[in-house]
T-cell receptor
């Protein structure tokens, strides 16, 4: 599989600001997408999902946007808090398969 | 909140040795998965398991890997003869339905092959 080594893209935001994390997915047949949060030493944690028949979905403080034309997902976090500091992965699924394909991840650092 | 439990949290093994990584999925889930994450890299799919058989596997999941659900609660990943490049975090996950639904991941087992 594709390797990105030890250097993840990093987004640094001030506490209280909004964060936008982007992801390009690979398979135009993917029809279900999830954003996961991974804190150090822990497994990925579900944040929010979206199906391909939608272009926007909102949760508590988080919004996911899907642009199928350019195969792009974004995760918006409102009023970013120190507890939001983590690595964020998008993951895509084709409903004909059981597996998720994860993106490379973005490290979010929240500055006090 | 229900959790997926993995043991051990860290295992060190000699190259060429067999290891078994253990997972207890969420009790009413039917689909089980193993993923791995080499340090600093993407989370990669290894295998999915449903109805006591492998439903899908990746090219990483070669003949040295096997999975088993030996009883009603455990789900194991065996690596028959470990190599240095098997060093990674191994995550177990489970879900109540197939792929088009979010998984719950465990906290992982860090495997170090020396």
């Amino acid at each position: 599989g594709e390797s990105v080594g030890l250097h993840l893209p990093t987004l640094s935001v001030q506490e209280g600001d909004n964060s936008i994390i982007n992801c390009a997915y690979s398979n135009s047949a993917s029809d279900y997408f999830i954003w996961y949060k991974q804190e150090s030493g822990k497994g990925p944690q579900f944040i929010i999902d979206i199906r391909s028949n939608m272009d926007k979905r909102q949760g508590q403080r988080v919004t996911v946007l899907l642009n199928k034309t350019v195969k792009h997902l974004s995760l918006q976090i409102a009023a970013t808090q120190p507890g939001d500091s983590a690595v964020y992965f998008c993951a895509e699924n084709n409903s004909g398969t059981y597996k998720y394909i994860f993106g490379t991840g973005t490290r979010l650092k929240v500055l006090a | 909140e229900p959790e997926v439990t993995q043991t051990p949290s860290h295992q060190v093994t000699q190259m060429g040795q067999e290891v078994i990584l253990r997972c207890v999925p969420i009790s009413n889930h039917l689909y089980f998965y193993w993923y791995r994450q080499i340090l600093g890299q993407k989370v990669e799919f290894l295998v999915s398991f449903y109805n006591n058989e492998i439903s899908e596997k990746s090219e990483i999941f070669d003949d040295q890997f096997s999975v088993e659900r030996p009883d009603g609660s455990n789900f194991t990943l065996k690596i028959r003869s470990t190599k240095l490049e098997d060093s990674a975090m191994y995550f177990c996950a489970s879900s109540g339905s197939g792929g088009d639904y979010g998984y719950t991941f465990g906290s992982g087992t860090r495997l170090t092959v020396v």
